[in-house]
């Protein structure tokens, strides 16, 4: 049992910490007072562009390709994530700024937060399908459940970044960060849980 964890955390924690770092850094732009300016407008464009993406391609693989439910269910979910790191460089890049640069990267932010949501519930309904005990309402509860339990953890993380660099050295703060972020992706690869929404809401936290 020992080897393989030791064996699952080796593969999956280097794309974790890479990823970890994009979604830390995407966090800033959730600050309390862009959200507050254009709240219900990045809600309401994220909901409809990401869940209309998932229905969208559901509908397309399930009706008219054919392909089996399950799989269409997943492929729907996974329909809803964006890549933000390259939007975000591209801006960094520019220097753009304005409105129209927060409500994107805020919007882009959101996409992977349902994306994780809804991927959580959708893998859920999958395995459910080719489950031997059939379709139960509590395996989806579960999945939803430590991702949810994996956000508070990752809004304490931040907290807890806030509190051990204030004071110190720009170098000492850069070694802290990293420590943080190492942890909390060993925290998620143990969990089998996606270290995304975390270090997103752990960033999110410290910025404000």
């Not at 970890?20 to 007072?33: D, V």
């Not at 709240?39 to 464009?45: L, N, P, R, Y």
């Not at 890049?93 to 959580?120: M, N």
């Not at 005990?133 to 989806?140: K, Y």
Request: hydrophobic share 55%; proline share 1%; with cysteine.
């Amino acid at each position: 049992a020992a080897r393989k964890l030791e064996m699952a955390l080796r593969i999956t924690l280097p794309g974790s910490i890479a990823l970890a770092f994009i979604a830390f850094s995407t966090g800033e732009f959730f600050r309390l007072s862009s959200l507050k300016k254009n709240g219900s407008k990045v809600i309401t464009i994220t909901v409809l562009e990401s869940v209309g993406a998932a229905i969208l391609v559901f509908l397309t693989c399930y009706f008219i390709l054919q392909l089996n439910f399950a799989f269409s269910v997943v492929l729907g979910a996974l329909a809803t994530a964006t890549a933000p790191a390259s939007t975000i460089m591209t801006i960094r890049q520019t220097g753009a700024k304005g409105d129209f640069v927060e409500t994107l990267l805020q919007v882009v932010a959101l996409d992977d937060v349902v994306c994780l949501v809804l991927y959580s519930v959708a893998i859920s309904v999958a395995d459910a399908v080719f489950s031997s005990a059939g379709f139960q309402i509590a395996n989806i509860l579960i999945h939803v459940g430590k991702t949810l339990l994996m956000l508070l953890l990752g809004c304490l993380f931040g907290l807890l970044l806030q509190l051990f660099i204030s004071r110190r050295s720009t170098d000492n703060r850069l070694i802290v960060a990293v420590a943080l972020l190492f942890s909390y992706c060993g925290i998620c690869a143990v969990a089998d849980v996606s270290p995304l929404l975390g270090c997103m809401a752990m960033g999110m936290v410290y910025i404000n």
